[in-house]
């Protein structure tokens, strides 16, 4: 009898993980194991950090809510090492009319168009610019916003 | 207060349980967060979505989520005048590219899903081996060097929100983004939302927005029927939404 408590003790011991248990039924390593895992996305913050002219120019139009990385993806290898890896050079065709293209179920108040009447393909962004979308002043929404501070 | 066996079978039991809680305390891979100071939710204001899929692809890009499966979707309801209680919904690759104009009458709205992280979580208990559980700050998680890959918790999802990952043939489901709020990041979603129609809250948090929140809007949970202790909370959700 005490030989197999002695055997089941010691198989026990050696089959289950040093951490089952530590926080309930399962391995407690395992929440450190999920947290370390690396971002890719950096978050709106760490862009507004270098992309200062780009903010100042956000906070003129409505896009002031819209997060960087809504339209620019995932960008914390970027951020990490902005000479190294360049964000891709974006499709506005497609881009804007995920939101903006009309759809019954999206909200009555929320801007939208039916692109194929409102631009026939045209690129989205040879009219507007994207961080300030309303077309305001013709010459001045022609400048670039995209370079960060160096 | 005399402690006699009697008493001391019943203490013994408690402070056990009370030392467990002291215990959980930080994880390894976060030392500046303490699990037992949060409680994890989400909040959906369903009147904001505009069915962009940007959360859709941000959780691909985030999670590397195999293609054709998904954490979070995006589900667009049609609720005809005459149907209230049969809706037709459809989800066209999880909404990841937005959804195809639609001219069809009655009532249209979007609706993001993903794993309620239930407190009272029914993929938990059927797991056979320990492989998913609750975090000590309401996070459902899965081990996915533990799971077996039974897919006992893929059917006990009352959401559907669980999936057997292709390449590793483990379960795989939501995680809230463990990875970036206990960095003290928001989730991927939240993150990209356009309209700020998803945010990440701490119930635990007392200067959480969401409290504020839950006390001046009309909130609900899906399918609150299955006593799960759901933690997404929608605002504005129709009556027609299962």
Same mark, same amino acid.
């Given at each position: 009898?005490?030989?197999?408590?002695?055997?089941?003790?010691?198989?026990?011991?050696?089959?289950?993980?040093?951490?089952?248990?530590?926080?309930?039924?399962?391995?407690g390593?395992?929440?450190?194991?999920?947290?370390?895992?690396?971002?890719?996305?950096?978050?709106?913050?760490?862009?507004?950090?270098?992309?200062?002219?780009?903010?100042?120019?956000?906070?003129?139009?409505?896009?002031?809510?819209?997060?960087?990385?809504?339209?620019?993806?995932?960008?914390?290898?970027?951020?990490?090492?902005?000479?190294?890896?360049?964000?891709?050079?974006?499709?506005t065709?497609?881009?804007?009319?995920?939101?903006?293209?009309?759809?019954?179920?999206?909200p009555?108040?929320?801007?939208?168009?039916?692109?194929?009447?409102?631009?026939?393909?045209?690129?989205?962004?040879?009219?507007?610019?994207?961080?300030?979308?309303?077309?305001?002043?013709?010459?001045?929404?022609?400048?670039?916003?995209?370079?960060?501070?160096? | 207060?005399?402690?006699?066996?009697?008493?001391?079978l019943?203490?013994?039991?408690?402070?056990?349980?009370?030392?467990?809680?002291?215990?959980?305390?930080?994880?390894? #891979?976060?030392?500046?967060?303490?699990?037992?100071?949060?409680?994890?939710a989400m909040?959906?204001?369903?009147?904001? *979505?505009? #069915? *962009?899929?940007s959360?859709?692809?941000? &959780?691909?890009?985030?999670?590397?989520?195999?293609?054709?499966?998904?954490?979070?979707?995006?589900?667009?309801?049609?609720?005809a005048?005459?149907?209230i209680?049969?809706?037709?919904?459809?989800?066209?690759?999880? #909404?990841k590219?937005?959804?195809?104009?639609?001219d069809?009458?009655?009532?249209?709205?979007?609706?993001?899903?993903?794993?309620?992280? &239930?407190?009272?979580?029914? &993929?938990?208990?059927?797991?056979?081996? #320990?492989?998913?559980?609750?975090?000590?700050?309401?996070?459902?998680?899965?081990?996915?060097?533990?799971?077996?890959g &039974?897919?006992?918790?893929?059917?006990? *999802?009352?959401?559907?929100?669980?999936?057997?990952?292709?390449?590793?043939?483990?379960?795989?489901?939501?995680s809230? *983004?463990?990875?970036?709020?206990?960095?003290?990041?928001?989730?991927?979603?939240?993150?990209?939302?356009?309209?700020?129609?998803?945010?990440?809250?701490?119930?635990?948090?007392?200067?959480?927005?969401?409290?504020?929140?839950?006390?001046?809007?009309?909130?609900?949970?899906?399918?609150?029927?299955?006593?799960?202790?759901?933690?997404?909370?929608?605002?504005?959700?129709?009556?027609?939404?299962?």
């Open positions: 009898m005490v030989i197999a408590l002695v055997v089941f003790v010691g198989l026990r011991a050696a089959v289950v993980p040093k951490t089952f248990g530590q926080y309930g039924h399962y391995r390593a395992a929440i450190a194991e999920i947290a370390a895992r690396p971002i890719a996305y950096a978050g709106h913050e760490v862009c507004e950090g270098c992309h200062t002219d780009v903010v100042d120019q956000k906070k003129l139009g409505r896009h002031v809510v819209v997060p960087c990385e809504a339209c620019h993806g995932a960008q914390a290898k970027h951020a990490d090492d902005p000479a190294a890896v360049k964000p891709p050079k974006l499709d065709a497609v881009l804007c009319a995920r939101c903006h293209e009309a759809n019954t179920a999206k009555k108040n929320f801007p939208q168009v039916v692109t194929a009447d409102h631009s026939s393909g045209i690129a989205c962004d040879t009219c507007h610019r994207p961080h300030r979308p309303k077309i305001e002043d013709a010459a001045d929404n022609k400048k670039p916003t995209t370079e960060a501070k160096k | 207060m005399d402690v006699n066996r009697r008493r001391l019943v203490l013994l039991p408690a402070a056990a349980v009370a030392w467990k809680f002291v215990l959980a305390g930080t994880p390894e #891979g976060a030392p500046n967060f303490k699990l037992t100071e949060h409680w994890w909040l959906i204001d369903l009147p904001k *979505c505009i #069915g *962009c899929g959360c859709v692809r941000a &959780c691909s890009a985030e999670n590397d989520v195999p293609d054709g499966y998904f954490r979070t979707w995006v589900e667009r309801y049609h609720v005048d005459w149907k209680e049969r809706p037709d919904v459809e989800s066209p690759d999880g #909404g590219e937005s959804f195809p104009p639609s069809i009458g009655g009532k249209n709205f979007f609706v993001p899903k993903l794993c309620n992280h &239930c407190a009272d979580s029914p &993929c938990t208990q059927v797991c056979p081996v #320990g492989a998913t559980f609750v975090t000590p700050d309401g996070v459902v998680l899965v081990d996915k060097t533990y799971c077996l &039974c897919r006992y918790c893929v059917q006990a *999802c009352p959401y559907g929100c669980r999936f057997i990952n292709p390449k590793t043939n483990t379960a795989e489901k939501c809230l *983004c463990y990875h970036r709020i206990t960095k003290g990041l928001t989730t991927a979603c939240c993150e990209v939302c356009p309209t700020g129609a998803r945010q990440l809250a701490d119930l635990k948090n007392p200067k959480d927005p969401i409290h504020e929140y839950l006390k001046t809007h009309t909130v609900q949970v899906l399918k609150p029927h299955m006593a799960t202790g759901a933690k997404v909370f929608y605002n504005g959700m129709d009556g027609s939404v299962r």
